[in-house]
């Protein structure tokens, strides 16, 4: 099976990475940039927004603080 087929079946934020962004295995020096984090933050938000499953939602805030976390590392 396609790895983006398995990847939408796995999380909605994965399809993130499909949706105009660069992949995550591949940010090259975007790593070092906190806006590319700010912006996956924010993507992450808007994605949990409309989740309904309480769990999933709690799940991709937290990978939105993490992402927050990167951009205030790569400060």
Do not use: F
Request: proline share 5%; with cysteine.
């Amino acid at each position: 099976m396609p790895l983006h087929i398995v990847a939408r079946k796995v999380s909605p934020l994965a399809q993130v990475s499909y949706s105009g962004s660069a992949p995550l295995v591949n940010c090259g020096a975007a790593k070092y940039d906190p806006e590319h984090w700010r912006k996956r933050a924010n993507e992450a938000r808007s994605l949990a927004d409309d989740m309904k499953d309480e769990i999933s939602k709690q799940m991709t805030l937290q990978i939105a603080d993490d992402y927050e976390h990167l951009a205030k590392r790569a400060e």
